[in-house]
């Protein structure tokens, strides 16, 4: 039975990861960071914490990440508020379409809060959604399936009656390990065969997610 759907919010909310993604590529032409997209794409999904880790892992104990972090995310706040962050297509017609029908929104993200709800808010989202549940508010990052058992409590929801929309690997898998059914829609990474055979269906954008969700709960309405 369909009660909720919880959302990521970077590459499925918004076209966030990319808009990053170019801030660290900008700090690769002032400080000369190898291959940094592809350690982006590694990143993906996971929190600060894991974030760090990638990259201390992959370019040594030494390399200045806090100093690095600060100036990509002054960065990715002046791009935003120059209105370069875009939201993703369908977003206002699936949230609008599940309040109607009184299904509970969830956003499951590993952002940190303040700078999630601040962009919910400035977006013109919040009033969608329920619950928002964030990667400081949990010990695990994703994979892990702590953050999606934490936003169905806070919801009021087994995870078996809720549906998780994910972009990334370790969304999936999180989502997958909570309980939930996940749907996939791929933002800078496509799915390998196994991620595609993990997921319950892989979609290319939430205008299909939500034609998949209408299907399914007028289904379970029916039965």
Known sequence: M????????????FDSERLM??????????????????VCVECLGTNDEETKRIFLHTYGQDFPYERYEQEMMH?????ISEGKLEMKPGVTDILSWL????????????SRRVLAVEEIREAG???????????????????????????????GVKPENAFAI???YHGVRAGKSAGMSVIMVPDMKQPDEAISNLADIVLPSLIKAKDFLEAHWDFDRQN
């Not at 993604?21 to 592809?38: A, F, H, S």
């Not at 960065?75 to 791009?79: A, E, M, P, V």
């Not at 959604?129 to 990052?141: A, M, N, Y």
């Open 125 to 155: 989202l919040l009033s969608f959604f329920d619950s928002i549940t964030c990667g400081d508010e949990v010990s695990r990052s994703k994979p892990e399936p702590d953050i999606y058992q934490k936003a169905c409590q806070n919801l």
């Open 21 to 38: 993604t170019r801030c660290w590529m900008e700090l690769d032409k002032q400080y000369g960071i190898p291959n940094v997209e592809d």
């Open 99 to 110: 309040k109607q029908q009184g299904i509970k929104v969830g956003l499951a993200t590993s």
């Open 2 to 13: 369909l009660e909720a759907v919880v959302f990521d919010m970077d590459g499925i909310i």
């Open 166 to 168: 994910e972009d990334s």
């Open 75 to 79: 960065l990715y706040r002046k791009w």
